[in-house]
């Protein structure tokens, strides 16, 4: 996989590209594909390859931030360890939200699980919040702008379930809901704003809308008088 032709944003310490969902950024314990097999293909120059900054699950598509120095990399963790990073996911959703915007403010905590692990709501968890937006639904579907507060692991989609809107595709919090409008997770990290130097303009990188989406958001209002 050539990733350079997924680049949305470039300079000597950081690059920004539209991961495409299905792909890991780690490799798993089975193996199988995973980010860090393609990464040498983003050195554009350097010795060594771009390292990541974060993460995304392996399903969520969109922007993805790789540090291109040691330096880089800890300036970036910085940034995210202290939440001053601007994230903003689009997601497809279950139903229709009451309102038309609001604050999820639950604690979350991982449970193990038989199958598996999850993130629960649980008053003795991790204090957890996500911003909504509503951009559009057609009534059986919606589709929301997520901002998350804080980054725990699988937060968007365990918030949204919580309130009764699973995401469409999620196997873990939405069991079922793939028939809706296809099977893949309808989770996609639009756009990423970092504050990396002070004095200087924020970094900002807005991904594509994945085609594994498209026609979803399409059907919630998506192109009609809305962003692209």
Do not use: N
């Amino acid at each position: 996989m050539d990733l350079t032709t997924r680049l949305l944003y470039r300079d000597a310490e950081v690059l920004i590209i539209d991961k495409p969902a299905g792909l890991a950024v780690h490799a798993g314990p089975k193996g199988g594909e995973h980010l860090g097999l393609y990464l040498d293909s983003l050195r554009l120059g350097l010795r060594r390859p771009p390292e990541l900054a974060h993460r995304l699950d392996r399903e969520t598509s969109g922007c993805l931030v790789l540090g291109r120095s040691r330096k880089a990399l800890a300036a970036l963790g910085s940034l995210f360890a202290k939440g001053l990073v601007d994230k903003t996911y689009w997601a497809v959703v279950v139903g229709r939200p009451r309102e038309e915007s609001g604050t999820i403010d639950y604690a979350l905590k991982k449970r193990e699980k038989k199958f598996g692990w999850r993130m629960e709501v649980d008053r003795t968890g991790l204090p957890s919040a996500t911003q909504w937006r509503l951009l559009g639904s057609d009534g059986r579907l919606s589709w929301l702008e997520c901002k998350p507060l804080t980054g725990r692991t699988h937060q968007i989609r365990a918030h949204c379930a919580a309130i009764g809107h699973p995401l469409v595709g999620d196997a873990i919090y939405g069991r079922g809901t793939g028939t809706l409008a296809g099977d893949r997770l309808m989770l996609h990290s639009r756009a990423i704003v970092l504050p990396l130097e002070a004095g200087k303009p924020p970094i900002a990188a807005e991904a594509p809308v994945p085609e594994h989406m498209r026609a979803a958001l399409e059907g919630c209002g998506l192109g009609a008088s809305s962003p692209g």
